[in-house]
């Protein structure tokens, strides 16, 4: 009885988180290896592995992998430099501190497509934007950002906003920092590039590696940014996994194609996942 009563009153939350992911993800199979087009609802069946095919061989999937990784790795390389140095410009005290950490965190909570209008019309605008008026200043002529450089644009508009994250993650890991052995290393001679090296960046490895695998996760599933500002393209310039997936679904409304093209990512997101958890365990256990 001492066993079965924790267990019983945990069954309830158990049984429904277990529905709650099984039933989408069985229902995805499902439709996976059926033919259904929203389209054509009379011409239905078993076909096996046909949608993956037809999923794989469609001419903009190359491309779109392509930019999943592009935008993968550019949004993490940058985030992780420059949340490193932001943590470490503001991590000794000065007038203000408070409020710049504030300001430095605010981006984050900013929606997705909210930060993506912000960005299509505030700043990469060609005619009224921040950008352009700047160009204009110097006596340039104003770049159509979304236009000229899609996947660019998108990387920029993703780092801005999972920038504070990153920062807020190194800001804290600093903050644990062991103080009287940065001021032993001073007494020693050390200068701040050899405490930079021999100091705060193995502090921060731990840190690093779980920003590097949070943002990884998030990121295989980046949508509303393009959605709202390039549409994917122009052609297929700026096309992700995601936003494939969700042209063969409610643009071409095959259903059928659109699962085949989920259980893709999932799988590349769990691959991803393998490797970063195992980084992750590596520093944890250091």
Known sequence: MNRFIPRALMAPAVVTLFLWMIVPLVMTIYFSVIRYNLMQPDQSGFIGLEN???FVTDPSFGTAVMNTLLLLGSVILITVVLGTL???LIDEPFPGRGLVRILLISPFFVMPTVNALLWK???MNPIYGVLAQVWIFFGGTPVDWLTDFPLFSVIIIVSW???PFATLIFITSLQSMNREQLE????DGANYLQQLRYLYLPHM???VAVVVMIEMIFLLSVFAEIYTTTGGGPGDASTNVAF???KQALLNFDAGVASAGALFAVVLANI???FLIRMVGKNLDK
């Open 52 to 54: 993956f095919e037809y």
């Open 86 to 88: 932001i943590a470490l």
């Open 121 to 123: 019309h505030m700043m």
């Open 161 to 163: 906003q999972w920038l």
């Open 184 to 187: 032993a290393s001073r007494m």
């Open 205 to 207: 490895a731990r840190s």
């Open 244 to 246: 494939l997936i969700f």
């Open 272 to 274: 991803a996942a393998v």
